[in-house]
C-alpha cells in the first residue's frame, strides 16, 4: 500500500521560512515525478511545485516561484519543499503527490497524480 506523510507545516509570521516534508512507504519516488499542491478554504487545490522524475528539473507555479524549491532525496524516499519569504495569501493546506505513471514528465494537473497525501497546514500570519 502506497502512503505519503506530509510535515513540516505550521504557523509562521509573513517572511519566514518553512520546509515541507513528505515521506512516501509502499513504494519508491525514483523515477516518478512528484509534486505539492496547495488549497485555500473553499477553493479548488492548485499546483505549486513538481518536479521530473530524475529530480533535475522543477517547475514552480507562478506566484511561489523564486521562494520555494522543490527537492527530493531518492536515498530515504522523500520530497521537500522549501518555502521562503512566506506571505499571508500562501496559508493554505498543502498536499504532496507522486504522479501515477513512471518515467513521466512532471505535469501541473491533479489527475495526472495517483497517491495524495493528507496534507499539512501552513498558516502565514501577519
Known amino acids: 500500500q502506497v502512503q505519503l506523510v506530509e510535515s513540516g507545516g505550521g504557523l509562521v509570521q509573513v517572511g519566514g521560512s518553512l520546509t515541507l516534508s513528505c515521506v512516501v512507504s509502499g513504494q519508491t519516488i525514483d523515477g516518478y515525478s512528484m509534486a505539492w499542491f496547495r488549497q485555500i478554504t473553499g477553493e479548488e487545490r492548485k499546483f505549486v511545485a513538481g518536479?521530473?522524475?530524475?529530480?533535475?528539473?522543477?517547475q514552480y507555479s507562478e506566484s511561489v516561484e523564486g521562494r520555494f524549491t522543490i527537492t527530493r532525496n531518492n536515498t530515504v524516499n522523500t520530497v521537500y519543499l522549501q518555502m521562503n519569504n512566506l506571505k499571508p495569501e500562501d496559508t493554505a493546506l498543502y498536499f504532496c503527490?507522486?504522479?501515477?505513471?513512471?518515467?513521466?514528465?512532471?505535469?501541473?494537473?491533479?489527475?495526472?497524480?495517483?497517491?495524495w497525501g493528507q496534507g499539512t497546514q501552513v498558516t502565514v500570519s501577519s
Open positions: 503527490a507522486l504522479i501515477s505513471t513512471r518515467w513521466t514528465p512532471r505535469r501541473t494537473s491533479e489527475a495526472a497524480y495517483k497517491y
Open positions: 518536479d521530473s522524475w530524475n529530480g533535475q528539473h522543477t
